[in-house]
């Protein structure tokens, strides 16, 4: 509690000079506090401070205290018990960040064009029951499965990709794959992808992992997952991808709006 209470005055501090200054001084530790819930930093049935924590962290009065977790009660956020003590009643889930596609495949097309490609293999086959069942695909069902790797045009290997992909007509081949984007070739068999939902991570690498991309076994890598979907909204095409951090980085630039 008392690393919470520390981060949770350091915030108050922060914010004394600026949009906090002109408001009473109940509304100031109810924001305060309110901020910490909503965005996960005090998580679903963890305990509140007390209203004394409060008094003596905040230097505020009692009446002040009471009356900001009293607002937080009253927007169901907080719980609080005779004798328990208050507890979070809000569920914090994190939320994706949105962005448009057509400028996110331009710039992974940018990327490929700029980067030397290596397939490793090309496979046509059922893929294991995970994937299966993701591409919504029966038990004798193939797809195609290419194992790449990405290297910068100074010939070092950034990037793993494997990638599982459903309903492939042409264009699936060692050379085609390693003298064009991976997007130009699926538009060239017909997908064309409407969504892309992708989830970033952290992954050891495998023996077998390090090698290709020059790092250690067992030192972290940067994992992207990208499920694609078409405009049935089916997916068509997983790929995991696995990064070198220490020449490759995932940018992003968030506005206001």
Excluded at 130 to 140: A, D, F, P, S
Excluded at 248 to 255: E, P
Aim: hydrophobic residues 40%; aromatic residues 6%.
């Amino acid at each position: 509690m008392s690393d919470l209470l520390r981060a949770l005055k350091s915030e108050w501090d922060r914010k004394q000079n600026g949009e906090l200054a002109r408001v009473p001084l109940y509304h100031q530790l109810y924001t305060i506090l309110k901020d910490a819930i909503l965005d996960g930093t005090i998580g679903y049935d963890a305990r509140m401070p007390t209203e004394q924590q409060l008094v003596t962290t905040f230097d505020v009065s009692r009446i002040t205290a009471k009356r900001a977790m009293d607002e937080l009660a009253a927007e169901n956020l907080i719980a609080r018990f005779r004798g328990k003590g208050s507890h979070v009643t809000y569920r914090y889930k994190p939320q994706p960040v949105r962005a448009p596609l057509v400028a996110m495949l331009e710039d992974l097309i940018e990327m490929g064009k700029h980067s030397i490609i290596r397939v490793i293999s090309i496979e046509k086959l059922v893929p294991p029951a995970n994937v299966r069942k993701q591409l919504g695909m029966g038990e004798r069902d193939t797809v195609h499965k290419v194992v790449r790797v990405l290297s910068n045009e100074q010939g070092e290997p950034y990037a793993h990709y494997v990638s599982w992909t459903a309903g492939v007509t042409k264009g699936f081949t060692k050379r085609k794959l390693e003298s064009k984007a991976r997007l130009d070739v699926l538009r060239d068999s017909g997908i064309r992808l409407a969504r892309v939902d992708q989830v970033l991570s952290a992954k050891s690498a495998t023996a077998k992992i390090a090698q290709e991309l020059q790092v250690k076994p067992g030192e972290a890598l940067l994992s992207v997952r990208r499920d694609s979907y078409n405009e049935a909204g089916v997916i068509v095409d997983i790929l995991e991808c696995l990064y070198n951090p220490k020449r490759y980085q995932f940018a992003m630039v968030l506005g206001v709006d």
